[in-house]
Nanobody, 123 residues
Framework: VQLVESGGGLVQPGGSLRLSCAASGRTFSDYAMGWFRQAPGKERELVAA????????YYPYSVKGRFTISRDNAKNTVYLQMNSLKPEDTAVYYC?????????????????WGQGTQVTVSS
């Protein structure tokens, strides 16, 4: 599956951004989807995941209550709504596909990574 992320930018602390990821190639609804981020000098980390149906989601403690993942299987698109952004949220954000949310949490992803989209939180 091929993935193209968009929607990043520069935002002040406390602000919001909505990221989008358009998928193509394989049947989008076959996959759990997730968002990872990677800050300079740090490992890539999972910040949100969603089952193929959209019913179940996962968030780590660092973003729970601030980030919301959603998907539109008719549009082959997954979204990440980010609210109450903090400077430590600054990173390149990538979307990814996986067989399950559990596999996503083990960083077992399908297909290649997209180019990512830069999110910078700064005043």
């Amino acid at each position: 599956v091929q993935l193209v992320e968009s929607g990043g930018g520069l935002v002040q602390p406390g602000g919001s951004l909505r990221l989008s990821c358009a998928a193509s190639g394989r049947t989008f609804s076959d996959y759990a989807m997730g968002w990872f981020r990677q800050a300079p000098g740090k490992e890539r980390e999972l910040v949100a995941a969603i089952t193929w149906s959209g019913i179940n989601t996962y968030y780590p403690y660092s973003v729970k209550g601030r980030f919301t993942i959603s998907r539109d299987n008719a549009k082959n698109t997954v979204y990440l709504q980010m609210n109450s952004l903090k400077p430590e949220d600054t990173a390149v954000y990538y979307c990814a596909a996986s067989d399950t949310v559990a596999a996503m949490r083990r960083s077992e992803t399908s297909g290649s990574w997209g180019q990512g989209t830069q999110v910078t939180v700064s005043s």
